[in-house]
Each structure stands twice: as structure tokens, then as C-alpha cells.
């Protein structure tokens, strides 16, 4: 009897199993399609300064609309795009889709002063990313410095000569770069020395107790106080209540990104926000001296 159970439990767990690689394999299959039917969009978050309303960026955050499961998150088939080599055609399709958007905005006069797009670890290693990067921006014709992009710790797991040269190049062509879900990676300190990046993004992990606990408020402090003795921009990210935006500013931290902001919104409700946000929205000058 007690084998005959054993025997169910395999046989369900099993199941599941298979279950579930047939679910992945249909997805990874349906996902090979999903750039030639169009089910891919972009929607924008923005990153504002110290006074929490004057918009400094855009991040760009990728979604599925997938025809029978509805919209599906990145954290779901970015990982599949990664294992199956889907990330480098997809990766083409959001910077283009993010340049293009962005001289649609600073056409209709409302853009963002930039768009961030995030690259993950395999379209960083890919030989053709400088190039793509270059032909997009010359066929779109967003100036460099309206893109930043935004890379993570784990870029440095790889040939570390290679990537200094890659991004060196990408800032040589007036792009900008920064480093996103800081403190949660490949922790080496020596990168940020031998790195040309602009900004540090602070992982949403510390910021979520920032004020309660007092180990998260000392991380937080130590990467604000860190990247500004490097001379990078820092950025929380994942900000979602007053109260942490009190701690974040008594820290000097004076770039926002979360839901306390806004949400990541679709293009049309992101082209409203930012019509919106231009008319309370202060000047450079003026931000810059309220700052800490
Ligand atoms: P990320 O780049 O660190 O993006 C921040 C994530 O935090 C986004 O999740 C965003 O929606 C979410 N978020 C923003 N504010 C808040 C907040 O206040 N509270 C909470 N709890 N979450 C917040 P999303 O859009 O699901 O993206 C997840 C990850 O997928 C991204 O993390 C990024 O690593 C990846 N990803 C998204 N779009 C792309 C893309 O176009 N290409 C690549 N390669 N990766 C992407
Ligand atoms: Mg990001
Ligand atoms: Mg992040
Ligand atoms: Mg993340």
C-alpha cells in the first residue's frame, strides 16, 4: 500500500512535470512568434527628481500580450527569451520600439529628457549590440544621449576586459549607462572604478524597509553616499510610499522611481502623465538647487 502511494505521488509529481515543460515548451513556441504578431509592447515608468514630479527619464518595461494568457511579465518569459536566444531579436524590437517613441514624444514637445532600455546579460555578450545600438539610433535619429541603458552586476561574470570595452564604447557614442538592481549581484567594487557608468539604481530590495529596518537604511545610505563620491547618478527604484521617499531624501537620494511615482503605463496613459507632469514641472536650475 505504502508503495502504491509512493508510486501516485511520483506519478503526480511527474505529471506536473510534464505539465509544466509542456506549458514552457508552448510558451518558448508562442514566444517565437509574438514579434511577427505584434503581441510585444513597451510601457514607461518614470523616474522623476527631488521635488517627486519633475520627470528625469523613462525607464521602458516590456510586456506580452499573449492571446490566450493575457499579459504576461517580463519576470515570466525574459528568462525563456534568455535561454532560448529569442532575447537578441527581442532586444532589437524594444530599443527600436524605445527610440522610436522617444522622437515621437520630443516631436509632439512632452519627451522625457531620456529613455532607458534594459539589456540583459546575453544581448550584452552579443557581438552586435554596439552595431545595433548605433543603427538605431541613426535610423531612428535619437540623439545618443537620449538613450541610457541599463545593465546589471552580472555583466561582470563574463570576460570583464570585454565589457569595460563594450560599454566604453557606448559611451563614446554619447549613450548612457547605468547600473541597475545595485547590491543585489556580482559585488565587486573594483568594477565600479574601472566601469563608465552614470547611475546606479538601488535595488528595490533595500528600499522596501528603508526607515524600518535600520541594516536596509545603512545599505542605502552607504550606495547614495558611494555613488556620489564616484561622481554616478542614484536612483531608488521600486519607491512606493511617502515614508520612504522621506528616508530616501533625509539620505540624499534624489531620483525616484516607483509606484509612489506611477506606475509603468502604457504608451497613451504615459503620453498623459508626461503632458500632465510638464505643466508642474520645474526647470533644471531650479531642481538642482532644491536638492540636498
Ligand atoms: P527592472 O529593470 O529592475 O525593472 C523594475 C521592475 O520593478 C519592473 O518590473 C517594474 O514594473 C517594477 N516596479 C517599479 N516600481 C515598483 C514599485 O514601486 N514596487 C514594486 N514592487 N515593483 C516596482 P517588470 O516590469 O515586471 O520587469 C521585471 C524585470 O524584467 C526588469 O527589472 C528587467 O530586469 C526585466 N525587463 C523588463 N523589460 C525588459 C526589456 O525590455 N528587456 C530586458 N532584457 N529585460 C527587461
Ligand atoms: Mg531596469
Ligand atoms: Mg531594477
Ligand atoms: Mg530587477
Redesign the pocket.
Known sequence: HAKHSGDSRHLKFADGMAQRSITMMNMENDLRHALNRDELE??Y?PKVGFDGRTVVGA?????WRHPRLGLI???EF?PLAEDSGL?IP??RW?LATACQQMVEWRRRGVAPPSVS????VR?FNDSALIETVRETLARTGLPATCLDL?I?ESVMTGDVERAVNTLTTLKAMGVTLSM??FGTGYSSLNYLKTFPIDTL?I??TFVRDVGQNPKDTAIVATIVSLARNLGFNVVA????TEDQVALLRENNCRLF????VS??LAVADFTDYLAQAREGAVDAATLDAMGP
Not at 532600455?117 to 540583459?120: I, K, L, M, P, R
Not at 527604484?237 to 512606493?240: A, F, I, K, P
Request: hydrophobic residues 30%; proline residues 5%; glycine residues 8%.
Open positions: 513597451l510601457h515608468q525607464e521602458a518595461l516590456i510586456r511579465s517580463p519576470a525574459i532575447i527581442i532586444g524594444t532600455v534594459n539589456v540583459s544581448q541599463e546589471t541597475d538592481d539604481k535595488d528595490q527604484e521600486g519607491v512606493e522611481q516607483g509606484y509612489w506606475r509603468p
